[in-house]
């Protein structure tokens, strides 16, 4: 795609550049009130932005401020398709003349505000999904390259102005999530490189060099976070992390599904995970423990025992309104891990395992911080007790989920019948009062 610049014949809304900035807020194109006023982001959207850049202490004059579009779209898909991810023709010249506008800022972060921005500047798609990573490296996709600078994307706040669709996260509540990742903006527009934490990870290592983790971890009573990869009902791999940079990861299946260790090297493995896991002294953290604590019982007889912290449990309880995957709470909490959920399908299309491995390894620093960030957020909005109190309910629920329920199932069958009955009578009286025939079941005859 061709990037030089031509100066279009529409009426265009001009840039609010602030060559010493260092943030850019790059935007998708201008509105019906952008276009009065002749300036960027001063519309509804506009507005509900400044808001949330407040709360995250960051005012207009702060920032270097942009639109992918300088004219306002009958159709944004005159320019952009969304399903793919992907500029047209038309949209040529304001790439070019947003590169141009860019280069000449000094700014360290480039918000990318919805999905056309973050297209344009990564060449990625999934805004939902990415937002609040920090990402500095050159995507294939990409046709706006600005090298040296953090691409953090935010969700739209226009997005935050529409009601949510029933039971999913959206609406009134992207405006936490706006919030939260422009404080981010915030932290790292004072520096330019991208200061990714150092991490020491143990990975496709020799059993001895496990075996001397886990005697660390058991000695000296170390708590730690902890993940399990099953494929095919087995356990792949598993990953134990004490700390923001030490982690471990131990496989167990190779690349061509065979063993990776010996069958007694495995078995002296698997004795020290349940050595340091049925240890009562030792703290665990798991986000979803009722999945991962059950899994090791079902399958290895070990009955995890002393502290269990749940992540996930903590999340719900800390802000309940919120999504509780561990993706989330990871773009949330933590301070440099980009979105990576999608290397836990990816390694088998590249045939490496050791993405999976790296992959593991993410899910457990990751909870690891997020028990620690979400923890102090927890203890200072004085839900702390509350998640204490719902933790007492694992051991229990994990006993049921085990043993199961006894059930009547004679019973149940004629519960059944007589349900059936009365729903065949309801049906007659239905039709009776409609003068037909109707589907209780179909939206359409009912409206009507």
Known sequence: MSLDYQPSTQRTV??????????????????ATELIKGKPFVGRAGSLLWQCSSAAQITREMCSVHNV????PKNITEFYDAKRGVFKTAAEPHLARLKEELEQTEANVLVACGAPALAALTGLRGITKLRGSILDKSYPGAVLRVPGRKVIPIIHPSHALRPAAAGKFGGYLYRWAII??????????????????????????????????MNDVYEHKRPFACD???????MSCVCVTINRQD???????TMQNSNYFSQSEEKALIQGLARILQDPDIPKIFHNCLFD????????????QGPIHDTMILQHVTYYDMPKGLDFCVSSYCENIPYYKQERKTWKQVKDIRQLWEYNAKDGYGTWEVFENLGKESKDRGTWDTYLFCMKLVRPLLFMQRRGTKVNKKRMQGIKVELEKDMTRLQRELNELAGETINANSPKQLAN
Do not use: W
């Open 14 to 31: 001009s840039c609010e550049s602030r060559p010493h900035a260092k943030i850019a807020i790059i935007g998708e194109a201008p509105g």
């Open 69 to 72: 579009l300088d004219v306002k």
């Open 180 to 213: 939260r990742d422009l404080k981010r903006v915030k932290h790292e527009s004072a520096f330019r490189e991208n200061r990714v934490p150092h991490r020491n990870l143990l990975m496709g290592g020799r059993c001895e060099e496990y075996l001397a983790f």
């Open 228 to 234: 399990i990869a099953v494929m095919n009902q087995e």
């Open 247 to 253: 982690t471990m990861v131990i496989p167990f299946t």
């Open 293 to 304: 604590v059950d899994f090791f019982t079902a399958r290895y007889g070990i009955v995890t």
